[in-house]
């Protein structure tokens, strides 16, 4: 259900709280409360069905053109993920970045030092979707799916698709029977029945627009609460302001 709350109007966009939009000290980003509560799920069969609802096609959007500096400067952000170049990354963020919404954190807070940790499969994720501008180019906010998210939508009973054609199964394993396919559009969580597989198994059970209850794989989804970066230009050049996920 749709949460009536006060917004924010940032960078031209009215963004309710409930989104979680990130800016804080009017010249950066607001901080909202994570919902920290993972969900765990049971195995449907094909016979369980929740309400149907219409396809919400989702358009990606990068506004960042081949010509652009930000591109550039992205493309070498996004080799220095993939090289885990903890220096690179700090060398680009700003000296007041925002790294949480609870109290403040280093990048060696999160671990950057290690190539492992888990701050680099988000960035990975976070930069391979497109970037909007903001500010005719001055700032830039990144994936889109945080600033072109329906605000009719609950984001946090909802998650976007970010590939073509994927698998839903009846349950969390590649092997159990397909029941239909998603591309790249918003789908629902099932929050109602929510009872035995961890949250981190890789697994997000979903209600199908049919109404079929079944599983996708986690690596195939976003949510629009999840981790989202700002960037300002400065002097010298573009500084990452903020990286963080929650609501």
């Known amino acids: 259900m749709f949460r009536r709350r006060a917004g924010l109007l940032i960078f031209?966009?009215?963004?309710?709280?409930?989104?979680?939009?990130?800016?804080?000290?009017?010249?950066?980003?607001?901080?909202?409360?994570?919902?920290?509560?993972?969900?765990?799920?049971?195995?449907?069969?094909?016979?369980?069905?929740?309400?149907?609802?219409?396809?919400?096609?989702?358009?990606?959007?990068?506004?960042?053109?081949?010509?652009h500096d930000f591109y550039q400067f992205r493309q070498q952000l996004r080799q220095a993920i993939r090289l885990r170049d903890a220096n690179f990354i700090r060398s680009i963020s700003a000296q007041d970045i925002k790294l949480t919404l609870g109290p403040p954190q280093t990048w060696s807070d999160l671990n950057i030092d290690d190539p492992k940790a888990p701050i680099w499969q988000e960035m990975d994720k976070t930069f391979a979707l497109g970037c909007r501008s903001k500010n005719k180019g001055e700032s830039w906010v990144c994936p889109n799916i945080f600033v072109d998210w329906n605000r009719e939508l609950d984001s946090f009973n909802y998650l976007v698709v970010v590939q073509d054609k994927v698998p839903v199964h009846t349950q969390a394993n590649t092997n159990e029977l397909v029941i239909g396919f998603l591309s790249k559009e918003i789908v629902k969580l099932d929050r109602e029945v929510q009872k035995g597989a961890p949250f981190n198994s890789g697994w997000i059970r979903i209600i199908h627009?049919?109404?079929?209850?079944?599983?996708?794989?986690?690596?195939?989804?976003?949510?629009?609460?999840?981790?989202?970066?700002?960037?300002?230009?400065?002097?010298?050049?573009?500084?990452?302001?903020?990286?963080?996920?929650?609501?």
């Open 12 to 67: 031209g966009i009215a963004v309710p709280f409930s989104l979680g939009t990130g800016l804080y000290a009017a010249s950066r980003f607001e901080n909202v409360a994570r919902d920290e509560s993972p969900p765990s799920f049971s195995s449907p069969t094909p016979a369980q069905r929740g309400s149907t609802y219409p396809q919400r096609p989702f358009n990606f959007v990068d506004d960042a053109e081949s010509y």
């Open 209 to 247: 627009p049919n109404g079929q209850l079944g599983y996708i794989e986690k690596k195939f989804t976003y949510s629009p609460i999840g981790y989202r970066a700002a960037f300002e230009r400065v002097p010298s050049g573009w500084k990452l302001v903020l990286f963080l996920g929650g609501d």
